[in-house]
């Protein structure tokens, strides 16, 4: 039996400096100091680093690990592949009014959950396997992303490229608070769209003007009634902009959109609908752009077959296993569309994502680890 516990000061210690490197997406040098951190350890552990040189978020990191030596024994199966990002949402300098600390029993800092604490998790568990001999026998690897928070632009292919070669993918996004891992992701998509209109003097000649916010608003109540939520649809009109000064008529109005989707030909749906907007104003005009850009990772049969086999390698464990799903995208999403078997939201237990708020159970460091180094050696 491993002594997971043993590996909690170095857990300790490895998050505190992930945490403590800022990294917010697009800050290219910024991501690369946290690149450098998990390369280092890669290494010290025995693992092989190719670095995905990238100029717009920051490199990505791909860690390799053979399988053990087994004499007589060759293997051809695919392996695992463990994906984490190593951008947060945290502009430099949070730390300084949200510093990394533990209270009761949490701990806090921008990006701890999403997702420094599952880096962490998928290194300790490999360290954890190595040093007790408990490798499975077929190549594990770990892609270490830049860009998740910005819409996974640069890394998608590089995913998509290593999941293909896994029997089993593993993302340490941070579970639910009551330790669910995630079996359904909405898929995400977001669209622009700008309205011309014609500008004149709101007193002089107001009936040769047209009205871009007014063009804009019968848009905005359009896409909004597209929100189905039996089909657990939603359309989301987040920002809205026009206009100059009050005594112009407007000539420019825009909205950006957000959409989520659970259910296929949902999206295809809303696509053509938001490309089908006619003007209503006589003398506007829309230009419209944006797309699916993340499909949705539906509780399928495939995941859930997945699901029940990683239940019972947990239940053999001692571990209870639950299952959840959230609106919120991640890389799973893009997983999910391939036919491979994934499983998402292994990392740290915590919440309150993307707010100063956010947190981890420290307890979950060790028992996630726990987790993750199971399903690996029981898969
Ligand atoms: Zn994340």
């Given at each position: 039996m491993i002594n997971y516990d043993l590996y909690l000061p170095s857990m300790l210690d490895l998050l505190k400096r992930l945490v403590e490197t800022e990294s917010p997406s697009h800050d290219t040098s910024a991501?690369?100091?946290?690149?450098?951190i998990i390369g280092e350890e890669v290494k010290s552990m025995g693992g092989k680093i190719e670095i995905i040189h990238n100029e717009t978020s920051g490199n990505h990191i791909i860690a390799r690990f053979d399988p053990p030596l087994s004499p007589g024994k060759a293997t051809h199966e695919k392996g695992f592949l463990l994906l984490s990002h190593m951008d947060t949402v945290f502009p430099v300098g949070t730390l300084t009014h949200m510093p990394f600390n533990e209270k009761d029993g949490r701990i806090l800092g921008p990006g701890v959950s999403d997702m420094k604490a599952g880096a962490v998790i998928g290194l300790t568990a490999l360290i954890a396997l190595l040093e007790n001999k408990k490798m499975p026998l077929v190549p594990i690897t770990a892609l270490f992303t830049s860009d998740e928070e910005a819409?996974?632009?640069?890394?998608?292919?590089?995913?998509?490229?290593?999941?293909?070669?896994?029997?089993?993918?593993?993302?340490?996004?941070?579970?639910?608070?009551?330790?669910?891992?995630?079996?359904?992701?909405?898929?995400?998509?977001?669209?622009?769209?700008?309205?011309?209109?014609?500008?004149?003097?709101?007193?002089?000649?107001?009936?040769?003007?047209?009205?871009?916010?007014?063009?804009?608003?019968?848009?905005?109540?359009?896409?909004?009634?597209?929100?189905?939520?039996?089909?657990?649809?939603?359309?989301?009109?987040?920002?809205?902009?026009?206009?100059?000064?009050?005594?112009?008529?407007?000539?420019?109005?825009?909205?950006?959109?957000?959409?989520?989707?659970?259910?296929?030909?949902?999206?295809?749906?809303?696509?053509?609908?938001?490309?089908?907007?006619?003007?209503?104003?006589?003398?506007?005009?829309?230009?419209?752009?944006?797309?699916?850009?993340?499909?949705?990772?539906?509780?399928?049969?495939?995941?859930?077959?997945?699901?029940?086999?990683?239940?019972?390698?947990?239940?053999?464990?001692?571990?209870?296993?639950?299952?959840?799903?959230?609106?919120?995208?991640?890389?799973?999403?893009?997983?999910?569309?391939?036919?491979?078997?994934?499983?998402?939201?292994?990392?740290?237990?915590?919440?309150?994502?993307?707010?100063?708020?956010?947190?981890?159970?420290?307890?979950?460091?060790?028992?996630r680890t726990r987790l993750l180094a199971t399903l690996l050696q029981n898969w």
């Open positions: 991501v690369n100091n946290v690149g450098a819409g996974s632009h640069t890394s998608r292919k590089w995913i998509e490229k290593l999941a293909k070669d896994a029997q089993l993918v593993l993302v340490l996004e941070p579970g639910m608070p009551d330790g669910s891992i995630k079996t359904w992701r909405k898929g995400v998509g977001d669209f622009h769209i700008v309205v011309h209109g014609q500008a004149a003097h709101s007193g002089g000649n107001h009936e040769n003007g047209r009205n871009a916010i007014e063009e804009l608003s019968h848009h905005v109540l359009a896409i909004q009634g597209l929100t189905d939520y039996s089909r657990g649809t939603t359309l989301n009109v987040g920002v809205i902009q026009g206009g100059i000064v009050v005594n112009v008529v407007p000539e420019k109005a825009w909205m950006d959109v957000d959409l989520r989707v659970m259910q296929p030909g949902e999206a295809e749906r809303i696509m053509e609908a938001i490309y089908n907007l006619k003007p209503v104003l006589q003398g506007t005009s829309l230009e419209i752009s944006g797309n699916l850009n993340r499909p949705p990772m539906p509780y399928g049969e495939l995941m859930q077959s997945t699901f029940e086999h990683a239940r019972e390698i947990a239940a053999e464990d001692g571990i209870t296993l639950t299952a959840a799903g959230t609106g919120g995208a991640s890389d799973g999403n893009f997983v999910a569309p391939l036919g491979i078997p994934v499983l998402d939201g292994l990392g740290a237990i915590g919440g309150d994502y993307h707010s100063e708020k956010e947190y981890i159970i420290k307890d979950s460091l060790v028992s």
